[in-house]
């Protein structure tokens, strides 16, 4: 079992003090976690991106599954079955983005950079680097398209956000 550490408190102390903002005018207690607009988006960790923003949607309208690059792992086709079958998810949209990290190098350049950096060796890690992007936007639409525990009738998509223009290119996927 493992024992609990203290919260970090002045690590936090921005986060706490904003929370306390937030609470003062919260407005979205009746939310449930249905998507309300039967979206879900795959997008980048990039803080550059505001998922909400860039579809012009608002909180409890749309899923939002993030990790590095947008990619489709083994994690976001698992929470598609979940967000389609419990959450009201009906379309998804697979939203990678301009001048993203993922793309600018293979996983022997994010080893060793990490390594340069930290000293940490982290080739036991698969960070799933992409160099076409354009193509890996493809085969991940059709990685969903062909989950066979996805409903057939799930709507798949895919687009390049610009995080320079604020832009949505649609891709033929």
Do not use: W
Request: with cysteine; proline share 4%.
């Amino acid at each position: 079992m493992t024992t609990p550490r203290p919260f970090p408190a002045d690590s936090f102390s921005d986060v706490l003090a904003a929370n306390g903002h937030h609470v003062d005018g919260f407005t979205d207690s009746g939310l449930t976690g249905f998507a309300r607009r039967g979206l879900a988006i795959v997008t980048c960790m990039d803080s550059r991106i505001d998922p909400l923003a860039v579809v012009g949607m608002s909180p409890g309208d749309v899923k939002i599954l993030r990790n590095a690059g947008a990619r489709v792992t083994d994690d976001v086709l698992r929470t598609l079955v979940l967000a389609t079958y419990l959450l009201g998810v009906e379309r998804v949209l697979v939203m990678p983005h301009t001048d993203c990290r993922m793309a600018k190098g293979d996983e022997s350049d994010i080893h060793r950079l990490i390594a340069e950096r930290s000293g940490v060796d982290t080739t036991s890690v698969r960070f799933a680097t992409v160099s076409n992007q354009q193509q890996q936007l493809i085969d991940d639409v059709a990685a969903i398209r062909g989950y066979k525990l996805l409903p057939s009738a799930l709507v798949v998509a895919g687009a390049i956000y610009d995080v320079h223009s604020g832009a949505l290119t649609t891709v033929d996927c």
